[in-house]
């Protein structure tokens, strides 16, 4: 199964380091069958971007609770092929929960905004929270920021594009 594991930049260089993610709470995003059913239409690129979008909110709100102002605050989302992912309905129709941790070869790409995003990415993650209680201006600022592409980098280009921040 493809999943997309929110993660923050700190995440990544530790992926690249120890050559595995964990996962936080074994919590990944994928198409599963609630998704699907969710969508009256799509097909499974469609709903690969829907899955992905949930990681990098997610990946904003891991940002919040990171607290590390030496790395840029940038969402990153790491899509990884596991065998081991048990949908949570219960939680979102997204939402699956990983076995254990993912092996850098099983690490197909990572999504990580670009510099250009870092300010909106900043104010968003201080008013997500209120946006999840029905903030209007806060679900703007979330939105700001989500209206910026995540760039998409091999996983190969991880140590490259780490050493370059």
């Known amino acids: 199964m493809r999943v997309y594991v929110p993660a923050t930049l700190a995440m990544l260089q530790k992926l690249v380091a120890d050559r595995s993610l964990a996962a936080v ?76 941790p993912i ?9 990580v905004d670009n510099a250009d995003a870092e300010s909106a990415v900043r104010a968003a993650v201080e008013a997500v929270d209120a946006a999840d209680l029905g903030d209007e201006d806060a679900e703007l600022t979330v939105g700001d920021a989500q209206d910026h592409d995540l760039a998409w980098y091999a996983a190969q280009e991880l140590p490259f594009l780490l050493e370059l921040l």
């Open 103 to 111: 092996a850098f070869e099983n690490v197909v790409a990572a999504y």
């Open 25 to 100: 709470n074994h919590t990944a995003f994928a198409v599963t069958p609630a998704l699907r059913e969710s969508y009256a239409t799509g097909d499974d690129e469609e709903l690969a971007e829907v899955a992905l979008r949930e990681a990098a909110l997610a990946s904003m709100r891991l940002l919040g609770d990171e607290g590390d102002d030496t790395l840029p605050p940038r969402r990153a989302v790491v899509e990884a092929e596991v065998d081991d992912a048990t949908p949570r309905p219960d939680l979102d129709e997204a939402v699956v929960r990983l076995a254990g």
